[in-house]
């Protein structure tokens, strides 16, 4: 709650000077961040002095920059881009911590959970936009120290969950680029829509501001009672239909009813873009839960997915509005892209997208597309690499340069597996198999896989 309120106050605040967007540069900073957690990963994982250390520096980064961003250096362009880039470091840092906890919550605790974070902050929002400006920026510099320690707290009494099934691998992580180009593509027509009509202070500003977060708030509980109440589930392509749906009514409707709806019109897309926040949050969770890489990595690849195309679309918002632009031309181009990124990249057609908040779906059953998966990744992951099968594929692999990909369909076609069982295992079609399969003959000079079969059984260890 406390890292909703403060990310957008901080960046929703009038701009000390025209000269540094306070949103470009944060996002910008936060992407880099998010970047080098990722490749820092490799070297192996932080200790939990490390993590504690660097709460400490995030929490001080987020203070200064509510701070600096409120009271300027003698040069408010310094000032500025220095109070940005330290707040998204800071933000990027307890975005993963907290991303931490909420991997290792069951996902019929942590969707609550999330909703009702949403409707606080929300609730929260509206309360330090109301205020002057000296007692806002009081709040938002102790709004840090806050975070860290009730993250602390809240990952030190996680509740107990039943062991998740790891179905999201080095084999099947690739199953998810549909989802992770969806998000660039919103990400980026949201940043640009940002620039182009959201920056102007709404107006009537009471009015807009409540009738935004209001929105918000209703919008969680009805996600709360939905999931809660009434015991439904969610989908991750029809959720971010509701996103779609909401960007693109305020898009259509508002060079026709700006004069009397136009503020509250663009209200619902400041409600999608938090809803949009929330969502891809949970969706990481459930991700990184299900996932044999750390949470941190997780997050910090998945979120630079939207902070960076975020920042990218602001800046050629803001260039767009340098250069002039047909506003309603932007509007129709804006609602044609986001169809066209639904249609084709956040369906339930990818087994990756599909296995999102299963869960969350299955209603008790025993048997279930997530807990066959999982279970199939671990009979495929089980010890094997001595036996003798194993060997001779390997031997095949470096004297014919099979690909890694060719290297496991040859081990698992010499096993006796079916090209829909390697479908499965790689979350990908049979057809994409099919074309794998055909490479893999073409190199072994083989035209069936008992051919396939003899030649693996031929090699000599």
């Avoid at 929490?59 to 250096?73: E, F, I, R, V």
């Avoid at 906890?101 to 969707?111: G, K, P, Q």
């Avoid at 977060?213 to 209703?218: A, D, F, N, Q, S």
């Avoid at 873009?273 to 949970?282: A, H, K, R």
Wanted: aromatic letters at 10%; glycine letters at 6%.
């Amino acid at each position: 709650m406390t890292i909703h309120i403060w990310i957008y106050c901080t960046t929703h605040r009038p701009s000390p000077t025209d000269d540094v967007s306070i949103m470009s540069v944060m996002y910008l900073a936060l992407s880099a961040f998010l970047i080098a957690v990722v490749l820092g990963s490799k070297r192996g994982a932080l200790s939990d002095a490390a993590k504690r250390r660097l709460d400490v520096v995030a929490g001080a980064c987020m203070a200064a920059a509510a701070l600096l961003l409120a009271l300027p250096l003698a040069s408010e362009a310094v000032g500025t881009a220095l109070g940005a880039a330290l707040g998204g470091i800071g933000v990027g840092w307890a975005y993963m911590r907290w991303g931490e906890f909420y991997s290792e919550l069951d996902i019929h605790y942590a969707t609550p959970l999330i909703f009702l974070t949403m409707a606080l902050g929300s609730v929260g929002k509206t309360i330090v936009d109301f205020l002057p400006a000296a007692p806002a920026t009081a709040v938002l510099a102790c709004l840090p120290l806050i975070t860290f320690a009730a993250m602390r707290r809240s990952l030190a009494t996680v509740p107990d969950a039943p062991q998740p099934a790891r179905y999201y691998n080095e084999r099947t992580i690739g199953s998810l680029w549909r989802l992770v180009a969806g998000i660039a593509v919103y990400s980026l027509t949201v940043g640009i829509i940002q620039s182009l009509f959201l920056e102007a202070e709404p107006s009537p500003y009471f009015a807009s501001v409540l009738v935004h977060h209001g929105g918000e708030v209703l919008l969680s509980l009805a996600l709360f009672v939905w999931v809660v109440g009434l015991k439904r589930g969610l989908s991750f392509s029809r959720t971010w239909r509701l996103v779609l749906l909401l960007v693109a009514t305020a898009l259509i409707f508002a060079p026709y009813l700006e004069e009397v709806f136009g503020s509250y019109l663009f209200a619902l897309i400041r409600i999608a873009q938090t809803f949009l926040i929330l969502f891809l949050f949970l969706a990481l969770a459930d991700i990184a839960r299900h996932s044999t890489y750390r949470p941190i990595t997780v997050f910090a690849a998945g979120w630079v997915a939207y902070s960076l195309p975020f920042a990218l679309g602001k800046m050629a918002g803001d260039a767009l509005q340098t250069w002039g632009h047909d506003a309603s031309m932007i509007m129709s181009l804006i609602v044609w892209v986001l169809v066209i990124a639904t249609l084709f990249f956040l369906d339930e057609s990818s087994a990756g997208n599909h296995l999102v908040f299963t869960e969350l779906n299955d209603g008790g059953d025993e048997d279930t597309p997530a807990k066959r998966m999982g279970a199939m990744q671990q009979t495929l992951d089980e010890p094997g690499a001595a036996d003798t099968l194993a060997l001779r594929c390997a031997a095949m692999t470096e004297a014919y340069a099979l690909t890694p990909r060719e290297s496991e369909i040859l081990e698992l076609l010499a096993r006796g597996r079916s090209k829909a069982y390697i479908a499965d295992a790689f979350f990908i079609s049979e057809n994409t198999v099919r074309g794998h399969v055909k490479r893999l003959y073409a190199k072994l000079d083989v035209h069936s896989k008992q051919e396939l079969v003899d030649q693996v059984e031929a090699v000599e260890i």
